[in-house]
């Protein structure tokens, strides 16, 4: 993507490439091709997770293109794609603002449009909070940390030439292709393959408290633990605090050391 004249905080890297908001819209114009692709986009919200708490500030939204024929498949843990071959992350930034996704404009350079002649452009709301609940957003390259669940907020995107866009409306809260209700990151993302399984290695009773030492965590996962009286366990959400795995592998979680918690199991935090 060409980039745009430094305008103070209004400009975002992504992925070495830019994503413009309106407030760059002049800077936009006098640097993309009349042959660049365009869309915009603007969520009219609001959006939530599937908690039902809102989307956070600064939580981030992919733009995504599916092949002709090819629904689009979603994401696994990591923030890579269930189906590559047919779908492609070309956009990912931390764009909301007040509870949607504020108003962008995504720039295609012509070179890059052959890649996607046909098929259909979406943008994904995505949940990439961590045990804190803040977003943990993207690497210092640009790339996905993590996605723990993901909902469509738009589909059939309308792609336009840069030379006939125009500015999307702050007051209206919309775009040519915005929807009329707001999205639900509600979809699980999936397991990678070769995702390790965790497992307790230490066990030990202290203070009234259950403290197990795990391994085999991922730093794209949060942790809980199920407990029950029986193998069969059936309590969730029995960690006193969650946690997020590390590049380590190993993590502690904690839990009341009641009778009806005779055994233990580490799960992904729903």
């Known amino acids: 993507m060409r980039m745009g004249e430094q305008i103070g905080a209004c400009q975002m890297k992504v992925l070495s490439r830019a994503v413009f908001s309106v407030c760059v819209f002049a800077a936009f114009l006098s640097n993309a091709s009349i042959s660049d692709r365009v869309i915009q986009f603007a969520g009219t919200g609001p959006d939530f997770y599937a908690d039902g708490s809102a989307v956070v500030d600064g939580e981030c939204y992919a733009l995504v293109w599916s092949a002709a024929g090819s629904a689009f498949a979603g994401f696994n843990a990591d923030g890579s794609l269930v189906s590559p071959d047919v779908n492609k992350l070309v956009y990912v930034a931390p764009l909301a603002k007040n ?14 449009c052959p890649a996607y002649e046909g098929g259909e452009w979406s943008v994904c709301l995505l949940d990439t909070r961590k045990a804190s609940g803040t977003p943990a957003g993207l690497s210092e390259n640009g790339t996905l940390r993590r996605i723990n669940r993901w909902g469509v907020s738009a589909t059939n995107l309308k792609v336009s030439e840069a030379a006939s866009a125009s500015p999307v409306s702050f007051r209206s809260g919309r775009s040519l292709s915005a929807t009329d209700i707001g999205t639900t990151a509600a979809t699980r993302s999936l397991l990678p393959t070769g995702a390790p399984t965790p497992s307790i290695v230490d066990f030990r009773i202290e203070n009234g408290e259950a403290v197990l030492k795990v391994e085999g965590t991922v730093s794209y996962l949060t942790y809980d633990l199920e407990t029950g009286e029986t193998p069969a366990l059936g309590t969730d959400n029995a960690a006193k605090t969650r946690e997020d795995g590390l590049a380590s592998g190993r993590i502690t979680l904690k839990a009341d050391a009641g009778k009806k918690c005779g055994f233990f199991r580490v799960v992904r935090a729903d």
Not at 99 to 112: K, M, S, Y
């Open 99 to 112: 509870g949607r996704c504020r108003n962008t404009l995504f720039q295609i350079p012509v070179e890059d």
